[in-house]
């Protein structure tokens, strides 16, 4: 189980255990963390999932692929060297105090 937490951008910040196999999108999907609306349900198609990772954060995180490379390019809100789709950040143990700040939009 991880503990990560969600920041809008308002500045609220919501703090969730979440269990593995689950995804950080997941994770705030089954906890009612608004802000993450995963349209395509967690297959990296549509770029609702949108997070930036906090640029303080050391926890290891797997490698973009391609096709989150490339949904990355049109998400509703710019794109940053820290940003990831959260359905493609499976949790593990070693995600446990992973900060994501959320966009102003999703779609």
């Given at each position: ?18 269990q ?33 990772i906090?640029e ?5 995180l ?46």
């Amino acid at each position: 189980m991880a503990k990560i937490t969600y920041q809008h951008p308002n500045g609220t910040i919501t703090v969730v255990d979440v269990q593995a196999p689950n995804t950080v999108m997941r994770g705030a999907k089954l906890n009612n963390v608004d802000g993450i609306e995963a349209q395509c349900g967690g297959s990296a198609q549509c770029g609702t999932c949108h997070v930036y990772i906090d640029e303080a954060s050391t926890v290891p995180l797997p490698p973009m692929d391609e096709v989150e490379d490339d949904v990355l390019y049109g998400t509703a809100c710019p794109r940053r060297e820290n940003s990831r789709l959260s359905c493609q950040l499976p949790v593990t143990d070693d995600l446990d105090g992973l900060l994501v700040h959320l966009p102003e939009a999703q779609s």
